[in-house]
């Protein structure tokens, strides 16, 4: 018996032992990626004429949002017919270099987690923005999985810290800023919906940015803690904005902290929230 009760409990301490060790593997993992490899190889894109491209990009080596990345691209392909359009989809870095991308009129971080480009390619898209071309990113596109101060700092303008985890997806009223001006970014949408999202908390407000939307952040559960981490607790005030953009020397960036999950690319007001970022960008 006592022989039974020895190897139950050697059982269970090594079933525990694992479980901390998977939950670690996958908090490391969600804030570091594992960058396997970085395309180099120029792909062969045939531009067609007379339409603006658009790159997007959906690589990820981090945290994967599948369901919401498969749920986008279609999603897209409309909006590039109803706008003439052309939209390349890849999950491959190497059309991240000058020669290519100065063909692209904007670049959408299509949930993009981890550190997706090699520190030329990374260079290359800097300059490419600087230059006057445009970046967008969604929700994933914002966590602090790339570890690239200048991403950081022109696309987000502040450092995430956590997602709520109990619930952690929840509705809440998104609502236009009344600062916004630009009648692109507004066009056809109302100035308040609702919207079920995972809302991302970070440190700060965005920094040297203009916001385009908002939550009340004092009506939603902003609670992250899980397992070990308790310090997560907070979130960023009654006004937290979920959508903001700026210009970053000759170009634009964009970003959306909305995006989670495979039913936000039924949100007519969500779609038409990106559709306006990527006219104002293209245009």
């Known amino acids: 018996m006592k022989k039974v009760a ?3 409990l050697y059982s269970l ?3 525990i032992l694992l479980l901390v060790a998977s939950a670690g593997l996958f908090i490391y993992k969600v804030k570091n990626g594992f960058p396997v490899s970085y395309e180099t190889e120029p792909p062969a894109i045939d531009f067609p004429a007379n339409k603006p491209a658009v790159l997007l990009f959906s690589k990820t080596t981090g945290y994967r949002h599948g369901e919401s990345i ?7 392909r409309q909006m590039a017919e109803r706008n003439g359009w052309f939209v390349y989809e890849t999950e ?26 090699n520190d030329e390619q990374q260079q290359a898209l800097s300059q490419y923005v600087e230059a006057g071309g445009a970046l967008l990113g969604i929700h994933g596109s ?5 570890h690239w101060p200048w ?3 022109n696309l987000l303008g502040a450092r995430f810290s956590h997602h709520p985890l109990n619930p952690q ?3 809440t009223t998104v609502h236009l800023d009344t600062t916004t001006t630009d009648s692109t970014l507004t066009r056809q949408l109302p100035p308040a919906w609702t919207h079920t999202d995972e809302w991302y908390v970070f440190f700060t407000q965005p920094e040297g940015v203009r916001v385009l939307s908002h939550i009340d952040g004092d009506k939603i559960v902003a609670n992250g803690n899980v397992l070990l981490i308790n ?3 907070f979130g960023m005030g009654k006004y937290h904005p979920v959508a903001w953009y700026r210009t970053v020397g000759q170009g634009k960036t964009f970003y959306t902290s909305m995006g989670h999950h495979a039913p936000v690319w039924q949100d007519p007001h969500f779609v038409r929230l990106l559709e306006n970022a990527l006219h104002w960008a293209i245009d």
Not at 70 to 76: G, R
Not at 142 to 146: I, Y
């Open 70 to 76: 498969d749920a986008s691209k279609p999603v897209f």
């Open 231 to 233: 310090d997560k607790n």
């Open 13 to 15: 301490l090594g079933l």
């Open 6 to 8: 020895k190897v139950f």
């Open 92 to 117: 491959e870095g190497g059309a991240f270099n000058p020669e290519q991308l100065k063909q692209f009129r904007a670049v959408v971080f299509n949930n993009s987690t981890g550190r997706v480009l």
């Open 151 to 153: 991403y950081e700092n």
């Open 142 to 146: 914002g966590d602090d999985s790339h």
């Open 169 to 171: 997806l929840q509705p």
